[in-house]
């Protein structure tokens, strides 16, 4: 790149080393009158002759995809994910986050569940096994990054005096996501909705304080065990729901419970986990 300088002291020195003729120096020419300062030089703005004309440098494509991607249009992918489809647009900085009470499944329970799945491919529905089976204590949102911090601390200050419980699960449900494309079975809690609901008032204290959206008005509480793609749930319900309940109605020596000890909450943000222990 060339660059006039228009100083006294640059015209000065240059001047006075034309005078001498072995100096390789050679006065330089003022840009043309047309020629607007605050026109980027490497577009031509700055005319010289031919025979001196320095070819430009092509562009690296580092510089050429720096900002295609705020440009490019989001397209969901799902099969990236399993079939599933994402309710929100996925943008760097931008963390998926949910609270949730996590369960950790016994042997026995894997077993049953394996049957019960089993009964649903037969009837044409093949199903997912979740990846993690939880409660989920509110809406899955979007926190910016620098956001995660105080809403973390934010509803650790509000646990601060709750104290663990206990939850029964016993009855399996059949339901689906609010854009019909997924189809989920899970199992309702039977006891313990006290004091879920008094959780739930903690959680959405904090999404109300950064704007974010609440826990459904009429919660009903659940763990979700498998999933697939697509809206099945009439069609789960009329042919083997009922074959699956009596699985869980029937198991070895009578009704199988899932209990779900209450000791701590967790808070899922992007690939983060943060952990809350309840008194």
């Excluded at 099969?79 to 499944?105: I, K, L, M």
């Excluded at 809206?231 to 009704?255: F, I, R, W």
């Amino acid at each position: 790149m060339i660059v006039n300088y228009s100083s006294s002291s640059s015209e000065e020195e240059t001047e006075h080393s034309s005078k001498n003729d072995s100096s390789p120096l050679r006065k330089r020419r003022k840009p043309d009158a047309q020629t607007s300062t605050s026109e980027p030089l490497d577009h031509g703005s700055v005319k010289r002759k031919a025979g001196n004309l320095t070819p430009r440098l092509p562009l690296p494509d580092s510089v050429k995809e720096m900002f295609r991607e705020s440009e490019e249009q989001w397209t969901d992918k799902s099969e990236e994910h399993g079939g599933r489809h994402r309710s929100f647009q996925h943008e760097r900085g931008n963390w998926a986050t949910y609270v949730f009470c996590p369960y950790d499944p016994e042997e026995a329970f894997l077993e049953l569940l394996n049957e019960i799945m089993a009964v649903a491919a037969a009837h044409g529905v093949p199903m997912t096994l979740s990846e993690e089976f939880h409660l989920s204590l509110s809406k899955t949102v979007v926190l910016r990054h620098h956001w995660i911090q105080p809403f973390i601390q934010s509803i650790r200050t509000g646990l601060t005096q709750f104290h663990k419980f206990f939850c029964l699960a016993d009855k399996l449900r059949v339901y689906s996501n609010a854009e019909k494309t997924r189809t989920f079975l899970g199992m309702e809690i039977s006891t313990g909705q006290t004091q879920l609901l008094e959780l739930i008032k903690i959680v959405d204290e904090t999404m109300k304080e950064f704007n974010l959206s609440t826990f459904y008005k009429d919660p009903s509480f659940h763990i979700s065990l498998a999933w697939c793609v697509g809206n099945h749930t009439e069609k789960l319900k009329k042919t083997c729901l009922s074959e699956m309940q009596s699985l869980v109605d029937a198991y070895e020596d009578g009704p199988f419970y899932i209990k779900l000890n209450c000791t701590e909450l967790r808070c899922k943000a992007g690939n983060k986990v943060f952990l809350f222990p309840l008194q």
